[in-house]
């Protein structure tokens, strides 16, 4: 089966980048329209917080990340947009790897394409794994693709 629709996750890093080298590539070989989901990991948002007696304004920090999320999508749109006839960016916030199975189920995905940071032991057990996590429990095939650099692992 050829993907129709293929579901790039990232968080915009730079291991995320052969991940959506390969996602388009994929994309303009099997002619498949490509969606790119970026998932705000609520985790790390913290409610409510203090820092030296400051309320933390939820509301701002989610702004001023929705901001971040649309320029990045605006400059992938720019750089593929051309080569690519059908490209859709999505942002969720929630625990990425439950949110990317959903977006995929909901959305009818053929094929799952993310990075991987290759962290192991104490980092791996600390954070998980957000790409171990949708390999276990999507309902497609979920192709991982490995950081070129494992400087930060």
Known sequence: MLPKKILLCTDFSENSMPARALAVEFALKFNAELIILHVVNSSRLGYPAFEVGVPFDLQAVLK????????????????????????????????????IVKFADEEGVDLIVMGTHGWTGIKHLIL????ENVVRSAGCPVLTVRALSLESS
Not at 128 to 131: E, F, I, P, Y
């Open 128 to 131: 998980g794994s957000t790409a």
């Open 64 to 99: 001023a990340i929705e901001d971040s999320v649309q320029r990045n999508f605006a400059e992938i749109k720019e750089d593929f947009s051309k080569s690519l006839k059908e490209l859709q960016t999505m942002s969720r916030i929630g625990v990425p790897s439950n949110e």
